[in-house]
């Protein structure tokens, strides 16, 4: 059974730094690119960045570029998200997904994060 | 970057009813499009891929159409869990976007 476990959101004050980590389970998370979207309260669907499965490649939202640095570790089976610069418009609940590199197969329950003074 | 316009943005229906959502590209992209059922409180769901491709798991009533510009969404016969929001994806180029979503509410 796949299973996708985000961890590492909550409440932080703009122009901080935050450390998303997603832990992967139920298969082969080293043949997989991953991706990173995620939703601000009460709207709609932003994908934000996508990993190749081997790390070669790395792609970003124009809303993040710059800022937000996707990584990961295949030995961990971790999908990691760094966002830097914070903002309020990155206040959403950030969702780790899995399936390739066209469509989302499979979503983690997601983690929230909350820019605010 | 390639908009996606849903329509309706909200569609009240009766349980029994069989209703078709829609999804409209700002330039042609084959069928690299995909759909997604979001329950309230819960992570989105891959429903259709490709247009029209089904998945395994998702009950036979959903079904995709649409090439180029304009696809749709259809519900058979909608029943009470089907009562969701519908996003509609794209993947014929980055960044991947989405459509602002259609929301199937009970009349």
């Known amino acids: 059974e796949v299973q996708l476990v985000e961890s590492g959101g909550g409440l932080v004050k703009p122009g901080s730094s935050l450390k998303l980590s997603c832990v992967a389970s139920g298969f082969t998370f080293s043949s997989y690119g991953m991706h990173w979207i995620r939703q601000a309260p009460k709207k709609g669907l932003e994908w934000i960045a996508l990993?190749?499965?081997?790390?070669?490649?790395?792609y970003y939202a124009d809303s993040v570029k710059g800022r937000f640095t996707i990584s990961r570790d295949n030995s961990k089976n971790t999908l990691y998200l760094e966002m830097n610069s914070l903002r309020s418009e990155d206040t959403a609940m950030y969702y780790c997904v899995y399936g390739g590199y066209w469509y989302f197969d499979f979503w983690g329950p997601g983690t929230m994060v909350t820019v605010s003074s | 970057d390639i908009v996606l316009t849903q329509s309706p943005a909200t569609l009240s229906v009766t349980p029994g009813e069989s209703v078709s959502l829609s999804c409209r590209a700002s330039q042609g992209i084959s069928t690299s499009i995909h759909w997604y059922q979001q329950k309230s409180n819960e992570s989105p769901r891959l429903l259709i891929k490709y247009a029209s491709q089904s998945i395994s798991g998702i009950p036979s009533r959903f079904s995709g159409s649409g090439s180029g510009t304009d696809f749709t969404l259809s519900i058979n016969r909608v029943e009470s869990e089907d009562f969701s929001v519908y996003y509609c994806?794209?993947?014929?180029?980055?960044?991947?976007?989405f459509g602002a979503g259609t929301k199937l509410e009970l009349k």
């Open positions: 994806q794209q993947s014929y180029s980055l960044p991947r976007t």
């Open positions: 990993i190749y499965y081997d790390s070669s490649n790395k």
